[in-house]
């Protein structure tokens, strides 16, 4: 499977996981994150979501990420799977993993990616809330947490 | 000459359209340039271009500025700022 991929539907966290490190007996650590859809944002109720993307940038956007990552850590694989569609509370948005020899170097670089992610690859959140659509606007923090790792 | 732009989300919604081909004057045009000419066509596209709003363009699908050149078949896209993850 490739090691980015965007999908409508679900993924299998320990399955996605373990594709990681199967046969592989030089993984001594493997960070990973999952993003999931919140009933509430901004004192908003949320029902639901859907997430556009730009089909063909995106998936680039995200290699580049990724690429960037395994070139200022010394990491061994890195996983990205990310959802589009109309998604409802509690489901799966994103997993991001990361494979290594040490922890540290697993970890820094999934969260490098996932900061990465929010403010460079290009996809977008329309919130459905009791007053209707909304567009989630960016904001100013995601900058500030993709910007300490200039 | 002859470019391909596509809108994507709250900025798609706004001009009302998801894709089309635009002719643009010979010369040496750029992203700016072209923004001009779509500011150029009614209210709407005045506003939703208007300096101050927050969009972003995208020329053959990598990160690009007002300054960016353009040629003949570059697919150029205009979005607002991502908010995926």
Same mark, same amino acid.
């Given at each position: 499977?490739?090691? =980015? *991929? =965007? ?14 490190? %199967? ?41 580049? #990420? ?5 070139? *200022?850590?010394?990491? #061994? ?5 990310? %959802? ?35 403010? *460079? ?30 | ?85």
């Amino acid at each position: 499977m490739p090691f =980015v *991929r =965007v999908q409508a539907e679900d993924f299998d966290v320990g399955r996605e996981l373990e594709a990681l490190t %199967r046969g592989r007996v030089d993984v001594g650590a493997l960070a990973s994150f999952v993003g999931l859809v919140r009933d509430a944002n901004d004192g908003h109720a949320i029902a639901g979501m859907t997430l556009e993307h730009y089909p063909g940038m995106t998936e680039k956007a995200l290699e580049e #990420i990724c690429a960037e990552a395994r070139s *200022r850590w010394n990491v #061994i694989d890195t996983l990205v799977i990310h %959802r589009v569609g109309s998604l409802r509370p509690g489901e799966r948005i994103v997993l991001v993993g990361v494979s290594g020899a040490h922890r540290g170097e697993a970890f820094a670089a999934c969260e490098f990616i996932m900061d990465y992610l929010k403010t *460079r690859a290009p996809f977008w959140k329309r919130e459905d809330t009791p007053q209707g659509p909304r567009w989630v606007e960016a904001r100013g923090s995601d900058d500030q947490a993709a910007n300490r790792w200039k | 000459m002859m470019v391909t732009l596509l809108y994507f989300a709250s900025l798609r919604e706004r001009v009302g359209r998801s894709r089309e081909e635009v002719a643009l004057p010979a010369g040496t045009p750029t992203v700016a340039a072209l923004v001009e000419q779509l500011r150029q066509r009614d209210d709407r596209w005045t506003e939703a271009f208007a300096p101050g709003e927050s969009w972003r363009v995208a020329v053959n699908q990598r990160m690009a500025d007002p300054a960016t050149p353009l040629k003949p078949g570059d697919e150029v896209a205009f979005f607002p700022p991502v908010t995926g993850g």
